[in-house]
Nanobody, 126 residues
Framework: EVQLVESGGGSVQAGGSLRLSCTASGFTFDDSDMGWYRRVPGNGCDVVSQIWNNGNTFYVDPVKGRFTISQDNAKNTVYLQMNSLKPEDTAVYYC????????????????????WGQGTQVTVSS
């Protein structure tokens, strides 16, 4: 059974930092592209960052220079280091893995990745 378990969310003041972790099991982590998405209440999910299995990375413009995605293959874990947080970063953050369409509806209702975590809340106060 594939599992993605996110952790590290919480409440911080603007300018603060958080590091999200997503620990994976049930598939070959080293071979998988990974992604982080977020959903603001009342909106759909948006991509935040992705990392390919060759190490290439992508960041959406609003987080460039503030967020860093990385992965530790020995720990089957992908991280999202979030610095200089802003109130507009407040959202539920989801980890995703395996760049194929999902077999069941995803929490984000997207088809970019097959496997999704349950999400972790990040709240940034001004």
């Amino acid at each position: 059974e594939v599992q993605l378990v996110e952790s590290g969310g919480g409440s911080v003041q603007a300018g603060g930092s958080l590091r999200l972790s997503c620990t994976a099991s049930g598939f070959t982590f080293d071979d998988s592209d990974m992604g982080w998405y977020r959903r603001v209440p009342g909106n759909g999910c948006d991509v935040v960052s992705q990392i390919w299995n060759n190490g290439n990375t992508f960041y959406v413009d609003p987080v460039k220079g503030r967020f860093t995605i990385s992965q530790d293959n020995a720990k089957n874990t992908v991280y999202l280091q979030m610095n200089s947080l802003k109130p507009e970063d407040t959202a539920v953050y989801y980890c995703a893995a395996d760049r194929r369409p999902p077999l069941v509806p995803s929490p984000c209702a997207l088809t970019d990745f097959r496997y999704w975590g349950q999400g972790t809340q990040v709240t940034v106060s001004s």
